[in-house]
């Protein structure tokens, strides 16, 4: 079982984060979650090369779960994501 606490550590260690959402998606186990993570790391990336990244990162937490989502974004794409959802 992996705790947010861990998760929010290991990525908040690994780059710079403007802004980090994670959600246990199954009722307090552990075993599913959902991030939203912004970061200037992924200027210049495409969506593929930011999940991979992200799940390279987060493989020894991620084999211990049954499900894991993410939405990677640059700052200005987050910017751009929230007025959209306005």
Do not use: W
Not at 20 to 31: V, W
Not at 41 to 66: E, P, W, Y
Request: glycine share 4%; net charge negative; hydrophobic share 40%.
């Amino acid at each position: 079982m992996i705790n947010l606490a861990d998760l929010e550590a290991a990525i908040r260690t690994a780059l710079p984060v403007s802004h980090l959402e994670i959600e246990d998606q199954s009722s307090g186990c552990g075993e599913s979650y959902t991030i939203v993570l912004v970061s200037e790391a992924f200027d210049g990336k495409n969506t593929l090369s930011r999940h991979r990244f992200v799940n390279d990162l987060l493989k020894a937490q991620i084999a211990q779960m049954h499900a894991f989502s993410q939405k990677t974004f640059t700052p200005k794409q987050y910017e751009d994501y929230l007025a959209k959802q306005r």
